[in-house]
Antibody, heavy 116, light 107 residues
Framework: EVQLVESGGGLVQPGGSLRLSCAAS????????MNWVRQAPGKGLEWVSY????????YYADSVKGRFTISRDNAKNSLYLQMNSLRAEDTAVYYC?????????WGQGTLVTVSS | EIVMTQSPATLSVSPGERATLSCRAS??????LAWYQQKPGQAPRLLIY???TRATGLPARFSGSGSGTEFTLTISSLQSEDFAVYYC?????????FGQGTKVEIK
């Protein structure tokens, strides 16, 4: 069974940093592209970042470019999102999602709250 | 960036009735269009990809159609478990973008 389990969310002050993790199991993680997608409270879905299976090709949404860094450790079957210079508008549930085009598997999400 | 526009924002339907949801792209996305269902407190669930291909295990009452800039998700006979928010998403270009969602509620 495919599982994606996010962790690392919490309350952080504006300007602070947080690192999200996503532990993958049930599939060959090193063969799959991965994404982070977020959803602000009561709002729609927003794609945040993409990593190729090797980690060499990376994309970011303009809203997080220069502040967030996606990375992965294929030996540990894990995906990460380093979030710096956090703003109130970054408050959201962050989902780890597998796939390049077809996004079949989603984690349950981890809530990040940016507030003083 | 490709802007995805869904209509209507809210659709009130009685159980057993047909629901038709629309999604328009600001430029052609070919058939690179997916539909997701999201229930409160849950992650989105992939329903349709390639504009019309049902995800594994999806009941046949769900169908997708369209190409280019105009797409439709049809639920032929709404069941109680189908009341949820539905999002379309294009994966033709980066950034991947979603519509704002259509809430299907019980009439």
């Amino acid at each position: 069974e495919v599982q994606l389990v996010e962790s690392g969310g919490g309350l952080v002050q504006p300007g602070g940093s947080l690192r999200l993790s996503c532990a993958a199991s049930g599939f060959t993680f090193s063969s799959y592209e991965m994404n982070w997608v977020r959803q602000a409270p009561g709002k729609g879905l927003e794609w945040v970042s993409y990593s190729s299976s090797s980690g060499y090709t990376i994309y970011y949404a303009d809203s997080v470019k220069g502040r967030f860094t996606i990375s992965r450790d294929n030996a540990k079957n894990s995906l990460y999102l380093q979030m710096n210079s956090l703003r109130a508008e970054d408050t959201a549930v962050y989902y780890c999602v597998s796939g390049f085009q077809i996004w079949t598997y989603w984690g349950q999400g981890t809530l990040v709250t940016v507030s003083s | 960036e490709i802007v995805m526009t869904q209509s209507p924002a809210t659709l009130s339907v009685s159980p057993g009735e047909r629901a038709t949801l629309s999604c328009r792209a600001s430029q052609s996305v070919s058939s690179n269009l997916a539909w997701y269902q999201q229930k409160p407190g849950q992650a989105p669930r992939l329903l349709i990809y390639g504009a019309s291909t049902r995800a594994t295990g999806l009941p046949a009452r769900f169908s997708g159609s369209g190409s280019g800039t105009e797409f439709t998700l049809t639920i032929s006979s709404l069941q109680s478990e189908d009341f949820a928010v539905y999002y379309c998403q294009q994966y033709n270009n980066w950034p991947r973008t979603f519509g704002q969602g259509t809430k299907v509620e019980i009439k």
